[in-house]
Structures are given as C-alpha cells and as structure tokens.
C-alpha cells in the first residue's frame, strides 16, 4: 500500500484545513487508518485513528478532541483529517498510517509501531 497525504499548509490561529491521505496498491476498507504528527524537536505523536466510518469506531488524542475529525471514503480509497480552531501547537508533519492486520482493527491503536504502511507527511504551519 502507498499512502500519499496531501493538503497541508500556512494558516492563521483559528483557521482550518482538510488533510487529505490517497491509497494505492490495494483497497483500504479492511484497514485501520490513522493520522499522526511530528513537530520539530519532538516525537511522533498520535492524532486520530478510525476503523469504521460510524462514529463509535474513532479515537482522537485528547488535544484534537472537538476540534478535529477524521472521516475515510472507502469508495474512493481515501482519508480525511478536517482540523478546525488550528492553533499554533498543531504545527508540525502530518502523517498518514495504515494497518492491515484485523486483530487490531478496531484497537484504534495510538502507537506509532502498530501501523505498517506510512505516507511521506504534509507540512501544516499555524502563524499569524
């Protein structure tokens, strides 16, 4: 599978984007998809997982938690990361994952080394 984020950019507090992650290779319905980030200096951070698209099966870190969310068109083979109320703390590389194995597909696994197929990163800067 490769995975290819796109849709990161400059925006002022407050703003939002649309993060957008394109599969190939194979279908991505049977996956668990997350997003992680990593600012500069810093560890790769968990931001959001999902399994199905019905709301009980997402999970978001507690610091996107209302102001982000995470959708996938398996139709289109593609998921989404709409993040709203951007603050300069969200700066950093957003990365897309993909995690084939079932046995943790409805984990919503926050680890970085559940995931096996990882996109190259969009870059999201938050300033005034």
């Known amino acids: 599978v490769q995975l290819q984020a796109s849709g990161g950019g400059l925006v002022q507090p407050g703003g939002s984007l649309r993060l957008s992650c394109a599969a190939s290779?194979?279908?991505?319905?049977?996956?668990?998809m997350g997003w992680f980030r990593q600012a500069p200096g810093k560890e790769r951070e968990f931001v959001a997982a999902?399994?199905?698209?019905?709301?009980?099966?997402?999970k978001y870190a507690d610091s996107v938690k209302g102001r982000s969310t995470i959708s996938r068109d398996d139709a289109k083979n593609t998921l989404y990361l709409q993040m709203n109320s951007l603050e300069p703390e969200d700066t950093a590389v957003y990365y897309c994952?993909?995690?084939?194995?079932?046995?943790?597909?409805?984990?919503?696994?926050?680890?970085?080394?559940?995931?096996?197929?990882w996109g190259q990163g969009t870059k999201v800067t938050v300033s005034s």
């Open positions: 994952a993909s995690e084939p194995r079932r046995s943790v597909f409805y984990s919503l696994s926050d680890k970085v080394n559940d995931y096996r197929y």
């Open positions: 999902i399994a199905l698209s019905s709301s009980g099966t997402k």
């Open positions: 290779g194979r279908p991505i319905g049977s996956y668990l």
